[in-house]
């Protein structure tokens, strides 16, 4: 997880067309860059695959079969996917739902 970048002073100035632009120091330019080189895709998808991992550890997520991740990408309906996964009815789902069916 990245660190929360604070930054300390900004300038506002506007173009004649209306753009706002944010002037900062090149102190602070430089260290947000060099921040951003650390969220390459591979950084971010591996903290992703870590934090789902963990969740799934605590118990506050659960890891899905891939035969309903190829369900899915075939784009069949999410509703029946994990409706048929849990082994319910169409009635049941709605009732658990609080809704008419």
Do not use: C, H, N
Not at 44 to 49: D, E, H, P
Not at 50 to 63: F, H, K, W
């Amino acid at each position: 997880m990245t660190e929360d970048i604070q930054i300390p002073r900004v300038q506002s100035i506007f173009t004649p067309s209306g753009e706002e632009l944010i002037v900062i120091s090149r102190a602070k330019y430089d260290e947000l860059v060099a921040g951003m080189a650390d969220l390459d895709d591979d950084s971010v998808a591996a903290r992703i695959v870590s934090e789902s991992l963990a969740a799934i550890e605590r118990g506050d997520d659960i890891a899905l079969p891939e035969v309903l991740w190829d369900r899915l990408e075939e784009r069949e309906s999410p509703v029946r996917v994990l409706r048929e996964f849990r082994s319910m009815t169409q009635k049941e789902l709605a009732e658990a739902a609080g809704i008419s069916q």
